[in-house]
Nanobody, 120 residues
Framework: QVQLVESGGGLVRTGGSLRLSCAAS????????MGWFRQAPGKEREFVAIINWSGHSAYADSVSGRFFISIDNAKKTIYLQMNDLEPEDTAVYYC??????????????WGQGTQVTVSS
């Protein structure tokens, strides 16, 4: 059974930093991409950042230059270093993993989410 488990959320003041982690477990392909999405109250879930197994990454414009995603392939874990946090970053942050199938296509998994709250 595949699981993605996030950790590292919490309450921080404007301008502060947090680091989120997402650890994947189970039988997983070595060819994959993992990323972060977030959902604020009353809003749709939105893309934050993504990284693949070879280290290529991409960011939403709203977080570019403040958030940094990294990967540890041996641990099947990704991290999101969030700096200079703003109240607008307050949301539940979800980890998403897409793992290639040997037969083609890929499987998608989501974590349970971790709350990030930035006070002004």
């Amino acid at each position: 059974q595949v699981q993605l488990v996030e950790s590292g959320g919490g309450l921080v003041r404007t301008g502060g930093s947090l680091r989120l982690s997402c650890a994947a477990s189970g039988r997983l392909s070595n060819s994959y991409a993992m990323g972060w999405f977030r959902q604020a109250p009353g809003k749709e879930r939105e893309f934050v950042a993504i990284i693949n197994w070879s280290g290529h990454s991409a960011y939403a414009d709203s977080v570019s230059g403040r958030f940094f995603i990294s990967i540890d392939n041996a641990k099947k874990t990704i991290y999101l270093q969030m700096n200079d946090l703003e109240p607008e970053d307050t949301a539940v942050y979800y980890c998403k993993g897409e793992y290639d199938r040997s037969s083609g296509g890929y499987d998608t998994y989501w974590g349970q989410g971790t709350q990030v709250t930035v006070s002004s």
